[in-house]
């Protein structure tokens, strides 16, 4: 049995009783602290290099040469003990086994996988990288046009051609003043569209590298989706909303700045992610509950009848039952696949389209891998040291501003899944369940969004698989390719590409093709302009609350706030403690109070003014002690004198006081909700 370290958690938040001023627990939220249950997982558990992948057994319903075949439909073939034939597997028993008169059982093999491999850049180091001014969300390959797209967070949009080998700058647009939300790429790689925070799409046209139109939302955006197929009249532009369930679907060449339909009710909670699936003329949404569906994107808008038929013959409730709603979905090049990753359990699960059978799942949370390192079982054994750093930035990618940049990809033959880990880039042929190759498993960033290029043969033709796989050296050299994966990293400025290129010199691979914003990280905070406003409205799933922000009386607080909330740091975070006629508490994003940091990466000081907790609808940092403010933050529902001097006061609310009394008169076990009640975000005024 292993036994991993654990360290006593605490809580935060203000203490309710009076009479307890110096022995009871004061709003606090344990800083550091090791969380009990460890939502994160390691591939490493996962995944090992010379075994099969350590997955999460489902009966499979279709054999991969249907895959290979484009075959829509399943055969069910199961063992008796509910496995695929091909899944059970002598080498899985444990001890002596009884003489079998019958063959020997082969190895699963895919065919020509060595062909499919070598179409993958073949460099496991990264040979270049390029900036932006700010930090990368995501990264796209236009598909048949060949361009490579950059957004970062601050609104930039960068286009980049891909030539004969690497790519080349095009042209760099400020596309959003606030936070790009979303991306999506059209089926035939011409058309390119952004959703940003300031409440507007843009449409790019991707060919002539320009902007097209320019759309006016009611709503923030929160995700966005092109579903058309290659070739339509009417390209269409699917968007769901920050703070609701509805869908509209638009003009995807934004002539009208109004919606062409609303889907009003196949989702009852916020869309998080979409995918269209051309193959099958379908749309695959999910909302944060976790519940996916499927729908066509014109005629009735409902689930197309060449999928399952039922909904209860699916595994598509398997991300309502583990509470963990997928934060991307993609769709395989064939349209038999879709791929997930989700959080808070940190898998990526694999299913059939047609059938909606999960496949394969892939266990990436942080007690698995940490379980790994500690028996000596992962895939690659970390000094403790290298391995406590990494795991530092997995908790990390816990952020909710994060998740939705992490992606799964597939490459062009639909038999591999590639997606960052703690050890780098993990390539997973899902038909042998084996990592064949893990890229950047020693560069020093942590792989959040992905896309890859595998290239076109120079000398266009007719040539079969098997063709491909011969010795022929003229075909080899029609075939040659210049294939790059690109990955975003977290926290990072950069992102990087992995080539064929073997010959990689650490001194120049970093290109500074911008101007650093300040030679180190002291000067930057220094000339950087504090954050700040004078009012915010903290929009609620039970409602608006309006606050009135004291800059003057707690400016490093009022920042802090400001930057968090501009940042969509608190966005989909949930009020986790509330005491009745005491006071609510929310700001941390791991939702059990002992999670959150201050813009700075560090705790900040107390600011103690002539401001008081005289007054209900007081808002106040919550700490762990002194000088320990985080992003942790809380509302008073009565007068608490007892916390003067104690909480740092930045804000009072002035409209919306029903809605703090409606949360506070929830119900809750120990203190927690037993429903979500969440920021949806924060609008600074």
Not at 25 to 51: H, Q, S
Not at 124 to 133: E, P
Not at 208 to 231: K, W
Request: aromatic share 8%.
């Amino acid at each position: 049995m292993t036994v991993g370290y654990k360290r006593n958690r605490q809580v935060l938040g203000p203490s309710s009783l009076k009479i307890a001023v110096f022995v009871a627990d004061t709003p606090c939220a344990a800083k550091g602290a090791f969380r009990d249950t460890m939502m994160v997982n390691e591939l490493e558990t996962a995944v090992g290099m010379e075994g099969s992948v350590a997955t999460q057994h489902v009966p499979r319903k279709r054999s991969r040469q249907d895959y290979e075949n484009g075959s829509n439909t399943t055969q069910p073939a199961t063992h008796s003990d509910g496995l695929h034939p091909e899944d059970t597997s002598s080498e899985d028993d444990i001890g002596p086994a009884l003489p079998s008169t019958g063959p020997k059982k082969k190895r699963r093999k895919l065919p020509y996988e060595n062909l499919y491999i070598n179409a993958l850049p073949s460099s496991q180091r990264y040979s270049k990288s390029l900036m932006h001014k700010d930090q990368l969300a995501f990264v796209t390959i236009t598909p048949l046009t060949d361009f490579l797209i950059t957004s970062s967070i601050d609104g930039v949009v960068k286009f980049w051609k891909k030539v004969a080998v690497g790519i080349e700058a095009v042209k760099e647009f400020k596309a959003h003043t606030g936070e790009i939300r979303s991306v999506s790429v059209s089926q035939d790689g011409r058309s390119f569209a952004t959703a940003g925070a300031d409440k507007t799409l843009k449409i790019f046209d991707v060919v002539n590298f320009d902007l097209l139109a320019i759309i006016q939302l009611e709503t923030a955006p929160r995700s966005v989706c092109y579903v058309h197929r290659r070739g339509a009249s009417l390209p269409l532009l699917a968007v769901s909303e920050e703070a609701g369930g509805l869908i509209k679907i638009y003009d995807g060449r934004g002539e009208k700045q109004e919606p062409i339909h609303v889907l009003p009710n196949i989702h009852r909670s916020p869309v998080t992610v979409m995918a269209y699936n051309s193959e099958f003329d379908c749309v695959l949404s999910a909302d944060e509950n976790g519940m996916v569906e499927y729908w066509r994107p014109g005629g009735s808008y409902e689930k197309p009848n060449n999928v399952w038929e039922y909904k209860s013959s699916t595994d598509l409730f398997d991300f309502k039952k583990a509470k963990s709603p997928p934060a991307s979905i993609v769709i395989s090049p064939s349209g038999t696949q879709f791929a997930t990753f989700s959080f808070p359990d940190r898998r990526v699960r694999v299913f059939d389209f047609a059938t909606g059978k999960l496949y394969r799942s892939y266990d990436e949370s942080i007690a698995t891998i940490t379980d790994m390192q500690q028996a000596g079982t992962s895939l690659q054994k970390l000094e403790d040291v290298e391995f406590g750093r990494r795991l530092a930035v997995e908790r990390e990618i816990e952020n909710p501003a994060l998740q939705n940049k992490i992606n799964v990809i597939f490459d062009e033959s639909s038999n591999f899944i590639l997606y960052g880990s703690l050890l780098g880039v993990k390539v997973i042929n899902t038909l042998t369940n084996r990592v064949v190759k893990v890229y950047g498993k020693d560069e020093p960033f942590r792989s959040l969004n992905l896309a890859l290029y595998q290239g076109q043969p120079q000398k266009k033709g007719v040539v079969t698989v098997s063709m491909a796989a011969s010795a022929n050296p003229l075909l080899q050299e029609a075939e040659e390719r210049d294939p790059m994966l690109v990955t975003t990293g977290s926290g990072k400025v950069r992102f990087y590409i992995f080539t064929n290129e073997e010959e990689i010199s650490k001194a120049t691979r970093d290109v500074q093709n911008e101007k650093p914003k300040q030679l180190n990280a002291h000067q930057q905070i220094e000339a950087k302009p504090a954050e700040t406003g004078s009012m915010a409205i903290i929009h609620t799933t039970y409602g608006d609350i309006h606050i009135r922000l004291f800059p003057g009386a707690a400016p490093k607080a009022v920042e802090n706030f400001v930057t968090h909330a501009k940042n969509g740091y608190y966005n989909n975070t949930v009020f986790h403690r509330i005491i009745r006629k005491f006071m609510i508490q929310g700001g941390d994003p791991l939702g059990d109070g002992t999670g959150g940091e201050s813009i700075w990466g560090k705790e900040f000081e107390d600011e103690f003014s002539t401001l008081k907790h005289d007054k209900p609808y007081t808002v106040s940092m919550a700490n762990a002690g002194p000088n320990t403010n985080g992003s942790q933050f809380f509302i008073t529902t009565e007068k608490t004198p007892w916390l003067d001097n104690r909480h740092t006061i930045f804000a009072r609310c002035h409209k919306g006081m029903d809605i703090v009394h409606k949360i506070e008169n929830v119900k809750v076990y120990k203190e927690k909700p037993l429903d979500d009640i969440k920021i949806v975000n924060i609008d600074i005024m």
